[in-house]
């Protein structure tokens, strides 16, 4: 059974930073594409980053430069450190395995976590 | 930056076909992922690459993208599908490929 477990969000004050961490199992991390998608309340879904099972990565606008995605296949986990964080980083977060072939992101998430709640605050 | 538009809101009763669509320039190029989330709970995918579908999603749920325009087709419509629906565009040629619409509730009356 795929399952995917994040873990590390909290409270934070504007500037500061954190480590979200997501366990992996149930598949061959590996061989998988990983994304990361965020979902402030009561608000939509943003795709946030991804990262091809050779590491190849993509981030959305509004994080590039502050928030740095990474993996680490013998461990089973996907990562994503957040620096400079602003109120609109808001969010839960959730970590999802992409469905894409091989080395290629498509984007299209099939399995999610049940997500871990990022809050920005003074 | 690419911009996704969908209808805030859907409404259906049960037994018809609701079409949710999800609007962007030339977005018949790009790949579009449709997802369904209750409230509470994770996204769930019910379509791929415009009109795949992933194991376990009921045939009812149909896609389509052509032109400016992608559906989300419902058949037959239950109770059950009463969720809020986001369609996710993928353009491989961007930096930043992957975007969002705001999503539509589905209401099944």
């Known amino acids: 059974e795929v399952q995917l477990v994040e873990s590390g969000g909290g409270l934070v004050k504007p500037g500061g930073s954190l480590r979200l961490s997501c366990a992996a199992s149930?598949?061959?991390?590996?061989?998988?594409?990983m994304n990361w998608v965020r979902q402030a309340p009561g608000k939509g879904l943003e795709w946030v980053s991804s990262?091809?099972?050779?590491?190849?990565?993509y981030y959305a606008d509004s994080v590039k430069g502050r928030f740095t995605i990474s993996r680490d296949n013998a461990k089973n986990s996907l990562y994503l450190q957040m620096n400079s964080l602003r109120a609109e980083d808001t969010a839960v977060y959730y970590c999802?395995?992409?469905?894409?072939?091989?080395?290629?992101?498509?984007?299209?998430?099939?399995?999610w976590g049940l997500g871990t709640l990022v809050t920005v605050s003074s | 930056s690419y911009v996704v538009t969908q209808p805030p809101s859907v409404s259906v009763a049960p037994g018809q076909t609701a079409r949710i669509t999800c609007g962007g320039n030339?977005?018949?190029?790009?790949?579009v992922h449709w997802y369904q989330q209750k409230p509470g709970q994770a996204p769930v995918l019910v379509v791929y690459?415009?009109?795949d579908r992933p194991s376990g999603i009921p045939e009812r749920f149909s896609g389509s993208n052509s032109g400016n325009t992608a559906t989300l087709t419902i058949s037959r419509v239950e109770a059950g599908d009463e969720a809020d629906y986001y369609c996710?565009?993928?353009?491989?040629?961007?930096?930043?490929?992957?975007?969002f619409g705001g999503g539509t509730k589905l209401t099944v009356l």
């Open positions: 999802a395995r992409d469905r894409g072939p091989y080395d290629i992101v498509t984007g299209a998430s099939d399995y």
């Open positions: 149930g598949f061959t991390f590996r061989t998988y594409n």
């Open positions: 990262i091809s099972s050779s590491s190849f990565i």
């Open positions: 030339n977005i018949g190029s790009k790949s």
């Open positions: 690459d415009d009109s």
């Open positions: 996710q565009v993928w353009d491989s040629s961007s930096d930043h490929p992957g975007v």
